[in-house]
């Protein structure tokens, strides 16, 4: 069972953290810990990042570090996404995507998105824990 | 992953949450997903074959409507303020 706890929420067994129109963006791996990225193509602010096992893009700007208990991904000089492994089947993750134009981030009241906070959820055994849509 | 790929995927996700509930039409789904299986390259159907599926009870748990609220232009840079020189006094008033 692999839990992430993102923004007091705790999602487990998810195939993805987050979704666009179906396709996903976020997702943790365990063993090893890593994060997958792949924001829209088409976003206002032209800053389209993509990590995967494959590598990361646009090298000049994206970052990954990585360690055996942890996983981040910076742009330039902000953290996006740090994922701490608490133990090996729970993930603790920091996500912060506004320098990419997309108003998504965590902080002690809850994850936001767009005006929306969650804050106390459980979800599990989803495809796509939170999915953004049309 | 190939668009075929991904139909494929889809289609995966609704027959398992229908087996999931018990409903008759995932062996229907199923059957009707063997032709998209067979156009599948070789590699694709390894990589198939070696996952490990886990439960999945639903395909999406939160929905959020995207627009300009969630997707915006790129944030300006950061300004650029210099420590102050003299020590900083009454901060914990402020706080």
Redesign the interface.
């Known amino acids: 069972m692999s839990t992430v706890v993102l923004g007091g929420n705790r999602f487990v067994?998810?195939?993805s953290i987050l979704?666009?129109?179906?396709t996903a963006i976020l997702k943790v791996g365990f063993a090893p810990l890593r994060l997958d990225l792949a924001t829209?193509e088409d976003?206002?602010?032209?800053?389209v990042v993509r990590v995967d096992q494959q590598g990361w893009s646009p090298q000049d700007r994206v970052r990954v570090v990585r360690t055996p208990q942890s996983f981040a991904v910076f742009w330039e000089d902000d953290a996006l996404a740090v994922a701490t492994l608490l133990d090996p089947e729970t993930a603790h993750l920091k996500l912060d995507l506004?320098?990419?134009?997309?108003?998504?981030y965590d902080d002690p009241d809850g994850l936001h998105?767009?005006?929306?906070t969650?804050a106390g959820?459980r979800?599990?055994?989803?495809?796509?824990?939170?999915?953004?849509?049309? | 992953m190939t668009p075929r790929l991904r139909k494929y995927l889809?289609l995966e996700?609704l027959m398992l949450i229908m087996d999931e509930d018990g409903n008759q039409a995932a062996d229907a789904l199923r059957d009707a997903m063997d032709p998209i299986w067979y156009s599948l390259s070789g590699e694709e159907r390894r990589i198939l074959d070696q996952r490990n599926i886990?439960?999945?009870?639903?395909?999406?748990?939160?929905?959020?409507?995207?627009?300009?609220?969630?997707?915006?232009?790129?944030?300006p840079p950061a300004m650029r303020l210099a420590l102050p020189k003299e020590p900083i006094r009454g901060w914990t008033l402020a706080a």
Do not use: M, T, W
């Open positions: 067994d998810c195939e979704a666009y129109r179906g829209p976003l206002p602010s032209h800053r506004r320098p990419l134009g997309i108003n998504i998105i767009g005006q929306n969650f959820n979800v599990s055994g989803s495809a796509a824990a939170i999915s953004l849509g049309d | 889809e996700r886990g439960r999945i009870k639903s395909l999406e748990e939160i929905r959020v409507p995207a627009g300009s609220r969630v997707f915006g232009p790129a944030p």
